[in-house]
């Protein structure tokens, strides 16, 4: 018997975009959370 093969024909899988954004998180939040507060600020002083 010969050894087993080890070769794959599959296509190399693609990288799911949830992992492409994580690294990005510690800046992603703190960015769009003072945006938000400054939109729901801007409503509240607009309203009022």
Known sequence: MS???HQSTEAP???DGVEAIV???PVVLPV???LMMLLIAFIAVFMA
Do not use: F, N, Q
Request: no cysteine; net charge neutral.
């Open 3 to 5: 050894a087993p093969s």
């Open 13 to 15: 899988a693609e990288k």
């Open 23 to 25: 690294p990005l998180m």
């Open 32 to 34: 769009v959370g003072g």
